[in-house]
């Protein structure tokens, strides 16, 4: 395991990752306005073509690597549930697909080190349930056309790409 500087490092690291406005732009599009209702839903969304489930797999593929690193013991378990709360969010969301999901890309790892992560949380299924009502939420909000849609781009940002325009 590493020191608590050291992870505190990795931490910070992940944190300005997040801030990249591409993945910035991707993580708002998972949250506020992908609300799948089958596994079907979420396969042709990962599975789809490339420029159409980049934001999906970008944020996915962040949160599972970022809780690899927790798996691997890079960063404690207590210090990145504590800084984050955003994967729980995605667990949540994405958890009553899993197993359908996995079954159907043979694939009985995928996002693996998210659950190992959110499972290490203190009463995991109290937080889950949380993020179940805000996910729940926010689809009620989309269904009745009162989510904005697509993250708001800095004027420096580069004009055109971001999740909104590939899909």
Same mark, same amino acid.
């Given at each position: 395991m590493a020191d608590a500087a050291q992870a505190a490092g990795v931490l910070l690291k992940l944190y300005e990752l997040r801030t990249e406005p591409t993945l910035r732009q991707a993580r708002a599009w998972f949250a506020f306005e992908f609300h799948p209702s089958t596994a079907r839903e979420v396969l042709s969304t990962w599975l789809g073509p490339g420029h159409l489930s980049a934001p999906y797999r970008m944020v996915t593929t962040y949160?599972?690597?970022?809780?690899?690193?927790?798996?691997?013991?890079?960063? /404690?378990?207590?210090?990145?549930?504590?800084?984050?709360?955003?994967?729980?969010?995605?667990?949540?969301?994405? =958890? /009553?697909?899993?197993?359908?999901? =996995?079954?159907?890309?043979?694939y009985p790892d995928y996002l693996r080190n998210l659950e190992q992560v959110v499972a290490m949380l203190p009463q995991p299924e109290k937080r889950i349930a949380i993020f179940e009502r805000y996910m729940t939420r926010q689809r009620a909000l989309a269904a009745e056309g009162r989510q904005q849609l697509g993250y708001p781009r800095s004027p420096d940002s580069e004009q055109g790409g971001g999740p909104r325009a590939a899909i």
């Amino acid at each position: 395991m590493a020191d608590a500087a050291q992870a505190a490092g990795v931490l910070l690291k992940l944190y300005e990752l997040r801030t990249e406005p591409t993945l910035r732009q991707a993580r708002a599009w998972f949250a506020f306005e992908f609300h799948p209702s089958t596994a079907r839903e979420v396969l042709s969304t990962w599975l789809g073509p490339g420029h159409l489930s980049a934001p999906y797999r970008m944020v996915t593929t962040y949160w599972d690597m970022a809780a690899s690193l927790v798996v691997q013991g890079a960063i /404690p378990a207590d210090m990145f549930n504590e800084a984050n709360t955003e994967h729980v969010a995605l667990f949540a969301k994405l =958890r /009553p697909f899993l197993s359908d999901v =996995r079954a159907a890309t043979e694939y009985p790892d995928y996002l693996r080190n998210l659950e190992q992560v959110v499972a290490m949380l203190p009463q995991p299924e109290k937080r889950i349930a949380i993020f179940e009502r805000y996910m729940t939420r926010q689809r009620a909000l989309a269904a009745e056309g009162r989510q904005q849609l697509g993250y708001p781009r800095s004027p420096d940002s580069e004009q055109g790409g971001g999740p909104r325009a590939a899909i």
